[in-house]
């Protein structure tokens, strides 16, 4: 199973760009890679997903390098509103299984 | 449209009772998974259900959990003789089960307690 290592904790400024990134150095063939953001008391939201180059959807983009041992989600101007926790999600999506999060980042975002 | 539901959204029990986690999906999709989140610890992956079946069962904590999905739509978790460190927030995704990518849909979890 990939094993996935993720920073603690990070702080940003409204109006920033913050970047995450995630290790995943055992990351198997058909793993691919999803980011989740998680509030107090809810369950995850998608944030994006890719496997490898880079995917950029309306909320953030995902950067993969070629070797795939790591990724970094990129979010353009966070405000207060993303304060979260954000995890990384490595697996199989084809078949389901072996599916490893990070330990999540929690993202504190001041005014 | 509706999400991911699940029920009871809270349930406390008594250690060594069995209980029973229930999972309805989003209508038409094939994929769901089952995940726990112990408090203020990250996220574990438990089991996953293409249609009906479980490819593999190994992330299933012990033998005292059990999962099963029928008609390809709910799935309910069970837990027999719960111990203290059962407890946690089980949670439920499901996907539509498309094979390039997919995207996971998590309900609002269940947040169980063992007295």
């Known amino acids: 199973l990939a094993k996935t290592t993720q920073p603690i904790s990070m702080d940003s400024y409204e109006g920033q760009e913050v970047n995450i990134t995630c290790s995943h150095n055992n990351i198997a063939t058909n793993d691919y890679i999803t980011w989740y953001q998680q509030f107090p008391s809810q369950g995850p939201r998608f944030i994006i997903q890719g496997y490898k180059t880079k995917v950029t959807n309306e909320v953030a983009s995902l950067f993969i390098p070629a070797d795939r041992k790591s990724s970094t989600l990129s979010l353009p101007r966070v405000s207060l509103s993303d304060t979260a926790v954000y995890y990384c999600?490595?697996?199989?999506?084809?078949?389901?299984?072996?599916?490893?999060f990070g330990p999540g980042t929690r993202l504190s975002v001041l005014p | 449209g509706a999400g991911v539901s699940q029920s009871p959204s809270n349930k406390v029990t008594e250690k060594g009772k069995d209980v029973e986690l229930r999972c309805d999906p989003i209508s038409g999709h094939t994929a769901l998974y089952w995940y726990r989140q112990s408090l203020g610890q990250g996220l574990e992956f438990l089991i996953y259900f293409q249609g009906n079946s479980a490819p593999d069962k190994s992330g299933l904590p012990s033998d005292r959990f059990s999962a099963e999905r029928t008609g390809g739509s709910v799935s309910t978790l069970t837990i027999q003789r719960t111990q203290q460190e059962d407890s946690a927030v089980y949670l439920c995704a499901s996907s539509p089960g498309h094979f390039n990518t997919d995207t996971q849909y998590f309900g609002p979890g269940t947040r169980l307690t063992v007295l």
């Open positions: 999600l490595v697996g199989d999506v084809f078949y389901g299984q072996n599916f490893v």
